[in-house]
């Protein structure tokens, strides 16, 4: 069943056709008008009330469908989920920064929508998985404390910013299960006051103008331009230090679980995550931001940048499946190269939402999957596709429950 799904225009998308959320959009519906001067930032398939998707044949939302036939589900998403498709799937395109920020756990997620419900307006936790689709950065989890070290003895305006007293006694803590005096720095910096933040800021970007550029590397003088650029004088600008930097390439994956801070950079992933649209912003964003519960949910778990990536494993020759630890979700990344002449996917236990990025399929009912092309696919359902020759592979995203 193919769906029609909504589109987010956010700020920090990107323009027009260089957005993969745009020629997506166009290629599956050709009177699809691209505006150059907009941005597309998400394309959100499932039932989420922000941006709910609807059957292409029948005018109705999904959301209204599987109320109706909850049996589409599978009986292991209805033990565990109700009558309700458990996760939110995605295509992102980011032209800069999305906010630092963290998803709270459901018990902290429950405790924020019945104190805060204009700000917090579900109660469910966030636990999300991101797949580059191009080269994709990201600021993900804590730096191993060393490396935050060594950027307190680099950069005497982070220093500033936080407080000597309080770097002293972050530097002299050699119990890496200590991480009081790390969480006092961290608070300190992201309350730091926003003048002092923009005048330290301003003193580091003069100063590392001056360096030859080994230097301007080991201090990430391009990123923290780039940063300033779209957020000048934003605090976040200096979680360049704090966080790890990972760049994915094509096919890697992050994971990131409930109380992890994290902000995508640049690029485009598919994403997939809890139906929620929680967030708690800290750093690098307009929108409002709410610090106190930021520090006071993060798991200030300190490791290394290739501790952050997401492994899969292979099912057959070509899907590789993405599974977190969490119930509500995993992908499998689907690429059927363009010498094979016919493929059936394998069938879930749950409900399903596959969509097509790169090539064209023909399905045993004669329907034509091609580049944006998704549908809603229902628990066990069995789909056999023709692969239409047009030296292209096939390649596929499927999101369904982990139960």
């Given amino acids: 069943m193919e769906l029609i799904c909504a ?28 505006n150059e001067e907009k941005p597309y930032a998400e394309l959100w398939m499932g039932t989420h009330p922000n941006g709910p998707s609807y059957l292409k044949e029948k005018d109705i939302s999904l959301e209204a469908y599987i109320q109706k036939n909850t049996n589409v589900l599978g009986i292991d998403v209805q033990q565990q989920f109700g009558s309700s498709l458990p996760f939110l799937f995605k295509v992102l395109s980011i032209r800069k920064a999305l906010s630092i920020q963290a998803h709270p756990d459901k018990k902290k997620a429950e405790q924020l929508h019945l104190q805060h419900p204009e700000i917090y307006k579900d109660s469910n936790h966030k636990p999300e998985l991101a797949i580059a689709l191009t080269e994709f950065e990201a600021l993900c989890g804590f730096r191993p404390i060393e490396e935050i070290k060594e950027y307190f003895k680099l950069l005497p305006e982070l220093r500033a910013v936080i407080g000597e007293d309080l770097v002293h006694e972050c530097m002299i803590i050699n119990d890496p299960e200590n991480i009081v005096p790390f969480k006092a720095c961290f608070h300190s910096l992201m309350t730091c006051d926003h003048n002092l933040v923009m005048l330290q800021l301003e003193h580091l970007l003069e100063r590392l103008s001056y360096l030859d550029k080994s230097s301007q590397e080991t201090l990430n003088g391009d990123l923290l331009q ?3 650029l779209d957020y000048p004088g934003d605090v976040g600008c200096f979680g360049i230090y704090i966080f790890n930097y990972i760049t994915l390439q094509p096919g890697e994956a992050l994971y990131l679980a409930p109380n992890e801070p994290h902000a995508y950079i640049y690029g485009d992933c598919i994403e997939c995550m809890a139906c929620s649209d929680n967030v708690v912003r800290a750093g690098l964003t307009p929108k409002l931001k709410d610090v106190e519960t930021l520090t006071e949910i993060l798991t200030y778990k300190c490791e290394s940048l290739f501790a952050k990536k997401f492994y899969g494993y292979f099912e057959d020759n070509y899907t590789e499946i993405f599974q977190p630890p969490v119930p509500d979700f995993a992908v499998a990344k689907i690429l059927i190269p363009s010498d094979e002449v016919t493929y059936e996917l394998i069938p879930r236990r749950t409900a399903s939402i596959l969509i097509i990025i790169n090539g064209r399929a023909e399905t045993h009912t004669s329907q034509i999957l091609q580049k944006g092309s998704i549908l809603f696919i229902h628990a066990n359902e069995k789909i056999m596709l023709k692969i239409l020759k047009e030296h292209c592979s096939l390649l596929m995203f499927q999101a369904f429950a982990n139960v």
């Fill in 7 to 34: 589109v987010q225009n956010y700020d920090w998308g990107k323009y027009g056709t260089n957005s993969i959320v745009a020629t997506l959009i166009k290629t599956a519906n050709p009177k699809f008008i691209i």
């Fill in 226 to 228: 780039r940063l300033h």
